[in-house]
């Protein structure tokens, strides 16, 4: 029972993380988003609490595409990511890799992999099919 309220709570904060915000341009800015100081968005965040750290990064990947990606770690040394791709919020967990971080999706019929090294990520979309390839859905990503 505690497992499912676990990812019930994760499921609540990284989709709460994840989501775009549109803004319409002459709309005033809410006071409590964080800018800096020339008035641009800030396009990563950080929010911490006991045990646990959120930090938000956002991505322009080819072919022009943003990609918002939010990351929770636990003090258990758990890493959860949560992306939001052409209509889908895919859910993952850190995985073993050779170099750089491996996040696969938790649902495995909608399997995303996003494989990030320093400010740089590519998603790729495995099949749930013992014969698939990995396919690449964006490349050259760079947090902005």
Sequence with gaps: MSRILFV?????????????????????????????????????????????????????????TELQVAYLNLQSGESFAALYYQGLLSLMQIRKAASGALYIALDEQKSLRWHTKGDSGILKFLAADHTATEQILLSDCKAV
């Design 8 to 64: 019930i709570s994760l499921t609540a904060l990284l989709t709460a993380c994840a989501q775009q915000i549109k803004r319409d341009p002459l709309d005033p800015l809410d006071p409590l988003d964080p800018l800096h100081f020339d008035g641009t968005p800030v396009t990563t965040s950080i929010i911490e609490g006991s045990g646990w750290r959120s930090k938000i990064v956002v991505y322009h990947c080819h072919p022009d």
